[in-house]
């Protein structure tokens, strides 16, 4: 059996952490606030958003607000009257499609530092208007449910874990093993003004596998850009997931 440990923190807490006859363990961990939280999906209530465009890029006045004419960065097919080609829209940078940063009329500043606080008055001036939330708060738990799932479909669950650190024990020679986990979106467990709409899972650090005495440190998702499950490098010695990344414990 092989023994893998590796470090990991969760979505709703800061960043990610990784993989093990093999046992593992791992350092776990997501992005801001709440650490070690996860989502519980809530539905979203039906609206209706129209759209407003006009040959170029313009500023628009709407009931004292200054605001924006509609800009196609390339998400055109996602409207309901839209004679869409194709499932997903394309988002390649083409003469059909514009960018914020060429054709925009005003500058597109997603900032937490500027956003929040426009934001939190917005928010304010609805309380003082008596203006009721659409949609309760978000039901927050603690659990990340880390564990390896097998090709086969086994799920192997922590032989134990502690401050972020987890081992698995799984069967010798197991190949095609998958990091699992709730994941959540830091633009709905923080707040919207998060410009973050990933859906994390864990943010996996150092991962180390043992056969018998022998110890060595298996970290591929730290130095391979393009792995299944995983998001880009971080900027430190961790890397989120996607709730089911691929793992390695040989």
Same mark, same amino acid.
């Given at each position: 059996m092989?023994?893998?440990?590796?470090?990991?923190?969760?979505?709703?807490a800061g960043r990610?952490?990784a993989r093990?006859?093999a046992?593992?363990?791992?350092n776990?961990?997501p992005?801001?606030?709440?650490?070690?939280q996860?989502l519980?999906?809530?539905?979203?209530?039906?609206c209706?958003?129209?759209r407003c465009a006009?040959a170029a890029?313009?500023?628009?006045l709407?009931?004292?607000?200054?605001?924006?004419?509609?800009?196609d960065?390339g998400?055109? $097919?996602?409207?309901a009257?839209? +004679? &869409? =080609? %194709?499932i997903?829209p394309?988002?390649? @940078?083409?003469a !059909?499609?514009?960018?914020?940063?060429k054709?925009a009329?005003a500058p597109?500043?997603?900032?937490r530092?500027?956003?929040?606080p426009?934001?939190?008055?917005?928010?304010?001036? $609805?309380r003082r208007?008596?203006v +009721? &939330? =659409? %949609?309760?708060?978000?039901?927050l738990? @603690?659990d990340? !449910?880390?564990?390896?799932?097998?090709?086969?479909?086994?799920?192997?669950e922590?032989?134990r874990s502690s401050s972020?650190r987890?081992?698995?024990a799984?069967p010798?020679?197991?190949?095609?093993?998958?990091?699992?986990?709730? =994941? %959540?979106r830091l633009?709905?467990t923080?707040?919207?003004f998060v410009d973050?709409?990933?859906a994390l899972?864990?943010?996996?650090?150092?991962?180390?596998?043992?056969?018998g005495?022998r110890?060595?440190v298996?970290?591929?998702?730290?130095?391979?850009?393009?792995?299944p499950?995983?998001?880009?490098?971080?900027?430190g010695?961790?890397?989120?997931?996607?709730?089911?990344?691929?793992?390695?414990a040989?």
């Amino acid at each position: 059996m092989t023994c893998l440990g590796l470090a990991a923190r969760s979505s709703n807490a800061g960043r990610p952490a990784a993989r093990g006859r093999a046992t593992a363990a791992a350092n776990w961990s997501p992005r801001p606030t709440r650490s070690a939280q996860a989502l519980t999906a809530q539905p979203w209530p039906p609206c209706r958003v129209p759209r407003c465009a006009s040959a170029a890029s313009a500023r628009l006045l709407a009931e004292g607000l200054t605001t924006e004419s509609y800009l196609d960065t390339g998400n055109c $097919a996602n409207f309901a009257n839209n +004679a &869409a =080609t %194709a499932i997903r829209p394309s988002l390649r @940078a083409d003469a !059909a499609h514009k960018s914020w940063a060429k054709h925009a009329a005003a500058p597109l500043c997603v900032e937490r530092t500027v956003v929040e606080p426009v934001w939190a008055m917005l928010d304010a001036r $609805a309380r003082r208007l008596g203006v +009721a &939330a =659409t %949609a309760a708060p978000l039901a927050l738990v @603690a659990d990340p !449910a880390l564990r390896l799932v097998t090709e086969q479909g086994l799920q192997i669950e922590p032989a134990r874990s502690s401050s972020g650190r987890y081992v698995f024990a799984a069967p010798a020679g197991a190949g095609g093993l998958r990091l699992l986990s709730r =994941t %959540a979106r830091l633009s709905e467990t923080v707040g919207p003004f998060v410009d973050d709409r990933r859906a994390l899972g864990v943010l996996v650090g150092k991962v180390a596998v043992w056969h018998g005495q022998r110890r060595h440190v298996v970290s591929p998702h730290l130095a391979t850009a393009a792995l299944p499950g995983w998001f880009g490098v971080e900027d430190g010695p961790h890397r989120w997931t996607d709730g089911r990344a691929a793992a390695h414990a040989k």
